[in-house]
């Protein structure tokens, strides 16, 4: 079955710091997968997709098919990157487009002065 | 463009009282989702829908509930006779199209639900 597992709900870290937010898989084929980002009190909203290999915000995300892992790190964390992150994995290709997201279960980062 | 809006933002509910959600998708989009997310947990698909049509209702639970987006207005997710299970966070999606995910899949705010 397709299943997204973010181990850490909690990832605390000084400013200036690398992070590294864990995301590991279960897929049967190619997946697509993506990283969504939720600031406090805004809406859910795509911060990268792994089809793209794009940075956003400084932040980058490797898939890797042998780890089936798709971890999201930065180098350098800055205070506003504090919020909550989800990994997501598209499902069910619907007549050739994917109707339906799984979502790994969010993990908070929390960047501190 | 105002985005994905969603109403109410907070909304409490009696134990056996009927719960309507409204999402109203970007101008453009016609294919609506909607998710569920339980307290300490991730977001679970319910529902994907276009203009007067359900296209997969797998996450749906088989019992009062029940979604619709007519050819007018918003898409409603409706919830029948609420038990304190019910609370949750209900989330909104639409896309332009039905490959939208990743490409043009914007959420609204969603629409906090809680049942006394």
């Known amino acids: 079955a397709q299943r997204v597992t973010q181990p850490e709900k909690l990832l605390s870290v000084f400013k200036g710091a690398p992070v590294e937010l864990k995301c590991n898989y279960s897929?049967?084929?190619?997946?697509?997968l993506f990283w969504y980002v939720q600031y406090s009190r805004q809406r859910l909203q795509l911060l990268l997709r792994h089809i793209s290999r794009e940075s956003i915000k400084g932040f980058t995300a490797d898939l890797n098919k042998g780890e089936t892992s798709f971890h999201l790190k930065k180098p350098f964390a800055q205070e506003e990157d504090s919020a909550m992150y989800y990994c997501?994995?598209?499902?069910?290709?619907?007549?050739?487009?994917?109707?339906?997201?799984?979502f790994g279960a969010g993990t908070r980062l929390a960047v501190h002065p | 463009n105002a985005g994905v809006m969603q109403n109410p933002r907070h909304l409490v509910r009696r134990r056996g009282q009927e719960a309507r959600l409204r999402c109203s998708p970007m101008k453009g989009h016609s294919h609506v989702y909607w998710y569920r997310q339980l307290p300490e947990e991730g977001l679970k698909f319910m529902v994907y829908?276009?203009?007067?049509?359900?296209?997969?209702e797998s996450g749906m639970p088989k019992e009062r509930f029940s979604a619709e987006f007519p050819k007018e207005g918003p898409s409603i997710l409706r919830i029948q006779q609420v038990v304190r299970g019910d609370s949750a966070a209900y989330f909104c999606a639409s896309s332009p199209s039905q490959a939208g995910i990743g490409y043009g899949y914007t959420f609204g705010s969603g629409t906090r639900l809680t049942v006394v």
């Open positions: 997501a994995l598209p499902a069910a290709r619907f007549s050739g487009g994917y109707n339906k997201l799984i």
């Open positions: 829908l276009q203009k007067e049509n359900i296209i997969d």
């Open positions: 897929y049967s084929g190619s997946p697509e």
